[in-house]
């Protein structure tokens, strides 16, 4: 299983950009997909999830009305659009694939985005 994260970058506050999660190796529709995000010396922090079908979102209350995620089952992709970013918004970013599985569950991660929210 592969998540692999794009779109961070720099950018100053007020600003916006769009983070992607590419997955492979898994069969994405029957995964939760969600945003973390870390901070250096906090904490990882969940920041949004979309369920498999992409009825139902929830995101964090520091970024409702901010951030949207959205999937598309298709193409295997799942993304963030962050608007009117704060420097608080600085961390990151972790694209995370789960499921329960057999009484479990299956976890997987991929390698990181960094954001900076900076003037």
């Known amino acids: 299983v592969q998540l692999v994260e794009s779109g961070g970058g720099l950018v100053q506050p007020g600003g916006s950009l769009r983070l992607s999660c590419a997955a492979s190796g898994l069969t994405f529709s029957n995964y939760r997909m969600s945003w973390y995000r870390q901070a250096p010396g906090k904490e990882r922090e969940l920041v949004a999830f979309?369920?498999?079908?992409?009825?139902?979102?929830n995101y964090t209350d520091s970024v409702k009305g901010r951030f949207t995620i959205s999937r598309d089952n298709a193409r295997n992709t799942v993304s963030l659009q962050m608007n009117s970013l704060k420097p608080e918004d600085t961390a990151m970013y972790y694209c995370?694939?789960?499921?329960?599985?057999?009484?479990?569950?299956?976890?997987?991660w991929g390698q990181g985005t960094q954001v900076t929210v900076s003037s």
């Open positions: 995370n694939a789960w499921r329960k599985w057999l009484g479990g569950s299956l976890d997987y």
């Open positions: 979309i369920t498999s079908a992409g009825s139902s979102t």
